[in-house]
């Protein structure tokens, strides 16, 4: 393994960190740092939005890597190998759960996230902040496990 892979295994463990980060973050500790501000809702928004910016590259950039990294492993992209295989089931299983991370990421980013501010910038219910809180819990915890799968293809392991 050459230099280029080692390049891309560490562009992708950072920007695993900076989206794993940053949604502890958010409601660790912008969340509670704005609770009694007037602008709470306005600051929210701004900060999801620059967040969303990043995030989605950071996103993009663990797609590129990922597969990067599997080539450069000489990892074989085949059915049998995806099935077949321990290290290659364990590997599917990141993928299926990281584009069902993108797919909960965009409703949350793209559709729950802004309602649920203009919900409560009305004091009207709380529905939408209800589910906007918990698709993103959800997510945080799909990174998770994506983290520990990758740590565990890392080093080896296999089902």
């Known amino acids: ?3 280029l892979y080692f390049i891309s295994v560490f562009v992708h463990i950072v920007c ?8 502890l973050f958010l409601p660790l500790v912008i969340l509670p740092g704005i609770r009694n501000h007037p602008d709470r ?17 950071a ?4 797609i590129i890597t990922g597969f990067l990294n599997a ?5 074989p992209f085949t059915y049998e190998f995806f099935t077949e295989t321990g ?4 590997l599917s299983y990141k993928l299926i759960l990281f584009v069902v991370m993108l797919l909960i990421s965009g409703v949350h980013d793209f559709f729950l996230g802004s309602k649920a501010v203009d919900e409560m910038k009305k004091a009207s219910s709380t529905r939408l902040k ?3 809180r918990w698709s993103g819990r959800l997510n945080l915890l799909l990174a998770l496990i ?3 799968l990758g740590v565990v293809i890392s080093r080896g392991g296999s089902l």
Not at 16 to 23: P, V
Not at 59 to 62: E, N, R, V, Y
């Open 146 to 148: 994506i983290a520990f």
């Open 130 to 132: 209800l589910i906007a």
């Open 1 to 3: 393994m050459g230099m």
């Open 71 to 75: 080539y450069l492993r000489g990892l």
């Open 16 to 23: 695993a960190s900076f989206w794993i980060g940053g949604m």
């Open 41 to 57: 809702f306005m600051l929210l928004y701004n900060t999801g939005i620059k967040f969303r910016f990043f995030g989605w590259f």
């Open 59 to 62: 996103l993009l950039i663990l």
């Open 87 to 90: 290290y290659g089931k364990l």
